[in-house]
């Protein structure tokens, strides 16, 4: 009943720039934290960036000064812009969200397929 849809990942040159979106739809309610995550080949699933309602944004160490995360409530969408991409940045980055799908629902945690992000060098 709830989807989220990830959009943006391509191969780019190491110091380009590359923005992905995530758009959720479906039976919500609201929505609390939209974070980004990203796994490598053989890696754990890491987190890169989350924005809480309300709050100011987290990033991790390697996205920090890099990368920019934002959201649009108005139409369920979180972004993440990245600058000066480096090889290491491949992976495929996930978006997530806490949603309530009702007033008196509790808040569930839904992922999207994934977006493959290749940096060449």
């Known amino acids: 009943q709830v989807q989220l849809v990830e959009s943006g990942g391509g191969l780019v040159q190491t110091g380009g720039s590359l923005r992905l979106s995530c758009a959720a739809s479906g039976s919500i309610f609201s929505i609390n934290a939209m974070g980004w995550y990203r796994q490598a080949p053989g890696k754990q699933r890491d987190l890169v960036a989350v924005?809480?309602?309300?709050?100011?944004?987290d990033y991790a160490d390697s996205a920090k000064g890099r990368f920019t995360i934002s959201r649009d409530n108005t139409e369920n969408r979180v972004y993440l812009q990245m600058n000066s991409l480096k090889p290491e940045d491949t992976a495929v980055y996930y978006c997530n969200a806490d949603i309530k799908t009702g007033r008196y629902s509790p808040t569930s945690l839904y992922w999207g397929q994934g977006t493959q992000v290749t940096v060449s060098s």
């Open positions: 924005i809480r309602s309300g709050s100011s944004p």
